[in-house]
């Protein structure tokens, strides 16, 4: 007998004996009659039918999005990503193929600043676990207001050495190469593409900043190499679509001046693109600021 429960961000109301609302953040479906006590079943939030007719109801609801079906064996071994496994079940009835296809990823990120750190952070708490790291320069004290994953400790050495640092000490599992080294478009950054097999590379550099975004996506693009570009200025900041390359108006100017709270949206939003494409899965999120 096909077992059902509601999937993630679904939720159920009772209103009377034979009327219940199964509604999410955006719609709602309202059930009256006999296929209501399909609802009631021996085991609580799971859902079955005993009729055809409650058969074909509890179909009506899977295929509008309310009701998944239950598997007692889809249950992670990973508790750290259970949440996570639960989250891409609200979009998908495979989690778990989702979760694994990013644990088998492999990223280069180009540049470990303000937005590259962050992103970094985000697409490992994630469970990215495989990385080349590539940046030229070293912690410096003034990167601590929106760096967040360099401790003091590490200032005076090179970010892709710290940043791996950081990624070894938070999970048992990973993989790292740090390149202490300026990115450009030349035969170097063939080698390590060529070397690596990158499922996806993020640029976050900006030197020279006329120029280096450009030269980069153009050789990534001729590589057929899936790349993802942010940036971050005082009152813009950019994610480009996946192999998409920044227009010339787009070019943020150059500047010293930063705070934590605009690197991190722009590495969120980066992290999120990221996490869509390696998973294939389109994940909607509407930020409201009533």
């Not at 320069?137 to 950081?166: C, F, H, M, W």
Request: charged share 25%; hydrophobic share 45%.
């Amino acid at each position: 007998m096909m077992m059902y429960r509601l999937r993630p961000g679904w939720f159920r109301r009772h209103e009377g004996d034979h009327c219940v609302v199964f509604f999410d953040e955006d719609r709602e479906i309202t059930v009256t009659g006999a296929v209501v006590d399909a609802v009631d079943s021996p085991r609580p939030g799971l859902f079955t039918a005993r009729t055809n007719g409650q058969a074909r109801f509890l179909a009506e609801l899977r295929r509008r999005g309310a009701l998944v079906p239950h598997d007692p064996c889809d249950a992670t071994t990973d508790a750290s990503a259970a949440p996570q496994a639960e989250y891409f079940a609200a979009f998908c009835d495979d989690p778990q193929a989702a979760q694994q296809a990013l644990e088998r990823s492999r990223f280069i990120v180009l540049g470990l600043g303000g937005t590259g750190a962050e992103f970094l952070r985000l697409v490992a708490a994630a469970g990215v676990r495989r990385f080349v790291l590539v940046d030229a320069d070293v912690v410096e004290e003034s990167n601590s207001n929106r760096q967040t994953i360099y401790q003091r400790s590490d200032i005076g050495l090179p970010k892709a050495e710290a940043a791996a640092r950081y990624l070894e000490a938070r999970y048992a599992t990973v993989e790292t190469i740090s390149l202490h080294t300026r990115v450009r478009g030349d035969q170097a950054l063939r080698d390590m593409l060529v070397a690596h097999a990158p499922d996806l590379v993020f640029i976050a550099v900006d030197e020279p900043i006329d120029t280096i975004v450009s030269e980069l996506a153009a050789e990534l693009r001729a590589l057929q190499v899936p790349f993802l570009v942010a940036g971050v200025g005082i009152r813009h900041g950019h994610v480009h679509a996946v192999s998409d390359a920044p227009a010339a108006d787009t070019t943020l100017l150059p500047t010293r001046a930063s705070i934590a709270t605009t690197n991190t949206m722009v590495a969120a939003c980066a992290a999120h693109a990221a996490i869509e494409h390696v998973t294939s899965l389109h994940l909607p999120f509407d930020l409201k600021r009533p």
